[in-house]
Nanobody, 122 residues
Framework: QVQLVESGGGLVQSGGSLRLSCAAS????????MGWYRQAPGEQRELVAD???????NYADSVKGRFTISRDNAKNTVYLQMNSAKPGDTAVYYC????????????????WGQGTQVTVSS
């Protein structure tokens, strides 16, 4: 069974920084893309950033230039460095990963973390 565990969320002042981490564990043969999503109260979940196994990144327009996604393949971990945080960044942040759980499968399944709250005060 695959698990994704997020950490690093919390309260930060506007203009401050946070670093989110998400570590995958369990039955893992390979990990393809990893990403971060967020959902604010009353709003739909949206993609914040994702990163391919080769390191190609993609960002939502609202976070470009402020957030940086990275990964450590040896640790099965993806990070989100949040700089110049804004109150609009307040949301529950969810980690996502496309994972092949064993060598016998040709598919990468989508897994989600439990979410971590990020609150940016004004």
């Amino acid at each position: 069974q695959v698990q994704l565990v997020e950490s690093g969320g919390g309260l930060v002042q506007s203009g401050g920084s946070l670093r989110l981490s998400c570590a995958a564990s369990g039955s893992i043969f390979g990990i393809n893309a990893m990403g971060w999503y967020r959902q604010a109260p009353g709003e739909q979940r949206e993609l914040v950033a994702d990163i391919t196994s080769g390191g190609t990144t993609n960002y939502a327009d609202s976070v470009k230039g402020r957030f940086t996604i990275s990964r450590d393949n040896a640790k099965n971990t993806v990070y989100l460095q949040m700089n110049s945080a804004k109150p609009g960044d307040t949301a529950v942040y969810y980690c996502n990963a496309k994972i092949a759980p064993h060598a016998g499968t040709a598919y990468y399944y989508s897994y989600w973390g439990q979410g971590t709250q990020v609150t940016v005060s004004s």
